[in-house]
């Protein structure tokens, strides 16, 4: 298929090259100069990259973003024919999707919304899970491109969906890495080695795919960014948004996205997520070296 891929990220990157690995006629598009995808074109605008593609497929970093993507003067919008497809793996505000996707069909294009979980190793192996809404039809059309980059494609519902799941979805990671930090922080404190406290989580009920994840990288202090602190606290920003507008109180989030904001300030934003540890070890006195294993 012919596609243009805007936005090569910590996560875009991989995946653009995934399809052009896969024999896909990749055109790819960056805001930073200088990126580029093996065996894919490289466009100076995303209407040149859009410009004669099947589909078009964004993976940016906020709502914004995606709004200059596809509507500002060298936009995908000038570019959109009958029957292209755009597709966003952004993670952005569900109200936004629905309207760009109206805005998109009105020139006679679908619109699909299609995050996805697997952060940076899933995007490098292929095995990213795409979430998403849209049209049976349209998500069918699409198929040999989810393959290309992922090994799951769930199927949410409308336009809309996709965002919202993917926003559900993580909501309770950054909630159970919470609690995984401070209780990793209390037991610290209170004197019991890491690794034996591990031997308690991976040998009962509250073993996760989160602490699974981001247990090898925390145990060393390794915030290398797989998903950086800025993205998610972002994503918590939309969950609250999210849920202003819905009428739905998360004081459990409110509590966290405190956290986020003062990691912040500390200068972790593009540090992984997982540095918020690093803050609640500061709050306790606590040595991280003589934490590390």
Known sequence: MRVAFLGLGIMGRPMAAKLAQAGHEVTVWSR???KHVEGARTAVSPAEAARGAEVVWMCVSDTAAVERLLFSVDGVESVLEPG???ADSSTIAPSATRKFAERVRARGADYVDAPITGSKVGAESGQLIFIVGGEEATIARLEPLFSAMGKKTLHMGPTGHGQSAKLGGNLMISMIFEGFAEALTLTSKLGVPRERFMELVN???IRSGVSDYKAPFVLRHDFSPNFPLRLM?????LMLEAARE???KLPGLETVEE???VATEEGNADLDYASTLALLEKWAGIDSH???S
């Open 203 to 205: 040998a009962s009920m």
């Open 259 to 261: 956290i986020y904001e």
């Open 246 to 248: 819905a009428r739905v």
């Open 290 to 292: 003589s934490t590390t």
């Open 32 to 34: 930073s100069a200088g």
């Open 84 to 86: 292209m497809i755009v």
């Open 233 to 237: 606290h972002k994503d918590i920003h």
